[in-house]
């Protein structure tokens, strides 16, 4: 394979020909071997490292700072890069030393290679289009990285967001298809009072709702951008006016809303933005998986356990007992939610560790947010095709389990008093008698034309008061 030389401050080394990456993504390479996991696994962050690049050129271009011809094919090599062309070539590991620098560096050597090919030279003729010189006009990694992760954490929660209501609607759908099902209520997993199968899905669908706003809030904070604040916040080696020019074609060129943050030097190293959007991220982690729970302890069984759902099978659950199937599912959405909790302390420590005018952490910020939001969208994936769309009730067990229950008991309070109905409630647990046997035809402590009035279906799962 042909080589090419490229050399840096440390001194020289030897880069393959077909590669557009150069010398400092090549030291990263041979630095950190820590995740396995390198930078083309999300393209999105890729894509962003475009934008930045873009709109820093046409910036640079306007103030005069960069030579016009150089900047078209700065744009149009980074047009590419944003299209996806050359995800490849982006091999940094995501989890690195240097606040970000080997990302950085890896976007600027291949944009500056795939520029100086369209412009009639070989890679590595810096000369013509350079990394630092020209790629890397009027910025630094520390605005240059972050102002890219924001871009692609913003487009990853789009995504998300619409991955968690289509989970949401699916719990929906099944409340409409079970509003008739009767069924125990549990609180302490213990007898509670009625109410329908319907009810308890509906449910679930409200308590995933409630989180496409507060990843909204989280956008709007992630919004917010630093372009131009360069090595601290200060503007070092950045033109007049091109903070706001870059922020303005970024959002030209993104479509986002996105704005110049007012205090640059703050703004530089500042993490509360991911602090806020891992906490909305943990908080849903650990709906979604207080969820699974539920749906593994309402399908438990299906002799011995409560059996009032059926969850579709998957596979088969044992190696040696026949006929097992395991809620694998569930189980699966819930160790990805572990992961996501887990991922939050780190961002909280992360953000924790900055030290004055930076945060060197930056990598594992992007590394635990970008895993997190991936894995939750693939979880609320799955749990919607593979389980929720699937799931059947077991309607007249469910309601046979609720008249066998002690729990109606509650519901005679209000005629019969507290001290009768609980000498129902004991003698009911003792002997194994049903709540009706006892209060009806034993205690006779009501008609049992009191008794139909008091326990219809409607009355069960909304209850009116009777006296």
Same mark, same amino acid.
């Given at each position: 394979?042909?080589?090419?030389?490229?050399?840096?401050?440390?001194?020289?080394?030897?880069?393959?020909?077909?590669?557009?990456?150069?010398?400092?993504?090549?030291?990263?390479?041979?630095?950190?071997?820590?995740?396995?996991?390198?930078?083309?696994?999300?393209?999105?962050?890729?894509?962003?490292?475009?934008?930045?690049?873009?709109?820093?050129?046409?910036?640079?271009?306007?103030?005069?700072?960069?030579?016009?011809?150089?900047?078209?094919?700065?744009?149009?090599?980074?047009?590419?890069?944003?299209?996806?062309?050359?995800?490849?070539?982006?091999?940094?590991?995501?989890?690195?030393?240097?606040?970000?620098?080997?990302?950085?560096?890896?976007?600027?050597?291949?944009?500056?290679?795939?520029?100086?090919?369209?412009?009639?030279?070989?890679?590595?003729?810096?000369?013509?289009?350079?990394?630092?010189?020209?790629?890397?006009?009027?910025?630094?990694?520390?605005?240059?990285?972050?102002?890219?992760?924001?871009?692609?954490?913003?487009?990853?929660?789009?995504?998300?967001?619409?991955?968690?209501?289509?989970?949401?609607?699916?719990?929906?759908?099944?409340?409409?298809?079970?509003?008739?099902?009767?069924?125990?209520?549990?609180?302490?997993?213990?007898?509670?009072?009625?109410?329908?199968?319907?009810?308890?899905?509906?449910?679930?669908?409200?308590?995933?709702?409630?989180?496409?706003?507060?990843?909204?809030?989280?956008?709007?904070?992630?919004?917010?951008?630093?372009?131009?604040?360069?090595?601290?916040?200060?503007?070092?080696?950045?033109?007049?006016?091109?903070?706001?020019?870059?922020?303005?074609?970024?959002?030209?060129?993104?479509?986002?809303?996105?704005?110049?943050?007012?205090?640059?030097?703050?703004?530089?190293?500042?993490?509360?933005?991911?602090?806020?959007?891992?906490?909305?991220?943990?908080?849903?982690?650990?709906?979604?998986?207080?969820?699974?729970?539920?749906?593994?302890?309402?399908?438990?069984?299906?002799?011995?356990?409560? =059996?009032?759902?059926?969850?579709?099978? *998957?596979?088969?659950? !044992?190696?040696?007992?026949?006929?097992?199937? $395991? /809620? #694998? %599912?569930?189980?699966?959405?819930?160790?990805?939610?572990?992961?996501?909790?887990?991922?939050?302390?780190?961002?909280?420590?992360?953000?924790?560790?900055?030290?004055?005018?930076?945060?060197?952490?930056?990598?594992?910020?992007?590394?635990?947010?970008?895993?997190?939001?991936?894995?939750?969208?693939?979880?609320?994936?799955?749990?919607?095709?593979?389980?929720?769309?699937?799931?059947?009730? =077991?309607?007249?067990?469910?309601?046979? *389990?609720?008249?066998? !229950?002690?729990?109606?008991?509650?519901?005679? $309070? /209000? #005629? %019969?008093?507290?001290?009768?109905?609980?000498?129902?409630?004991?003698?009911?647990?003792?002997?194994?008698?049903?709540?009706?046997?006892?209060?009806?035809?034993?205690?006779?402590?009501?008609?049992?034309?009191?008794?139909?009035?008091?326990?219809?279906?409607?009355?069960?799962?909304?209850?009116?008061?009777?006296?």
């Amino acid at each position: 394979m042909s080589k090419r030389i490229e050399h840096d401050f440390l001194g020289e080394m030897e880069i393959p020909q077909d590669v557009y990456y150069g010398i400092q993504t090549m030291r990263a390479l041979e630095n950190f071997h820590i995740t396995g996991i390198p930078l083309k696994v999300e393209p999105l962050f890729v894509q962003s490292l475009g934008y930045v690049k873009k709109a820093a050129a046409m910036a640079n271009r306007d103030l005069g700072v960069l030579d016009k011809n150089i900047a078209e094919y700065i744009i149009k090599a980074s047009d590419r890069v944003i299209n996806g062309e050359f995800d490849g070539q982006f091999l940094s590991d995501l989890i690195q030393g240097g606040a970000g620098t080997s990302v950085n560096m890896n976007a600027n050597e291949v944009i500056a290679n795939v520029a100086l090919e369209m412009m009639g030279h070989k890679k590595g003729e810096y000369q013509f289009c350079h990394p630092n010189n020209h790629v890397n006009c009027s910025q630094s990694t520390n605005d240059a990285y972050p102002t890219a992760f924001r871009i692609a954490l913003i487009n990853k929660l789009t995504g998300y967001k619409e991955e968690l209501s289509q989970l949401a609607d699916a719990f929906a759908a099944k409340g409409e298809e079970f509003r008739d099902v009767l069924k125990m209520g549990r609180t302490q997993l213990q007898d509670a009072v009625p109410m329908s199968l319907g009810d308890e899905f509906k449910a679930f669908a409200t308590n995933l709702g409630e989180e496409s706003p507060r990843v909204e809030d989280s956008k709007r904070l992630i919004s917010e951008i630093n372009m131009g604040a360069t090595a601290i916040g200060t503007g070092v080696n950045a033109p007049k006016g091109y903070s706001d020019l870059v922020t303005k074609y970024l959002r030209e060129v993104t479509g986002l809303d996105l704005s110049l943050a007012a205090d640059l030097i703050e703004a530089t190293y500042d993490a509360g933005a991911y602090v806020q959007l891992s906490g909305v991220l943990k908080r849903t982690a650990v709906k979604v998986s207080k969820i699974c729970n539920d749906l593994r302890l309402l399908s438990s069984g299906p002799r011995a356990g409560l =059996n009032e759902i059926n969850l579709p099978p *998957m596979q088969p659950g !044992s190696s040696i007992m026949p006929g097992k199937v $395991n /809620p #694998v %599912i569930p189980e699966v959405v819930n160790q990805t939610a572990f992961y996501v909790i887990g991922a939050d302390l780190t961002v909280t420590l992360a953000a924790e560790a900055g030290q004055l005018q930076l945060n060197v952490m930056e990598p594992v910020l992007s590394f635990a947010l970008f895993t997190s939001i991936s894995y939750m969208s693939n979880a609320c994936r799955t749990l919607r095709e593979k389980c929720v769309r699937g799931i059947t009730a =077991n309607a007249e067990h469910c309601r046979q *389990m609720v008249m066998n !229950s002690i729990g109606i008991v509650t519901q005679l $309070n /209000p #005629v %019969i008093g507290y001290e009768k109905s609980a000498s129902i409630a004991r003698e009911a647990l003792e002997t194994g008698k049903s709540v009706h046997d006892i209060a009806v035809k034993e205690k006779q402590y009501i008609t049992q034309e009191k008794w139909d009035e008091i326990f219809t279906f409607d009355n069960l799962i909304r209850p009116q008061f009777i006296k």
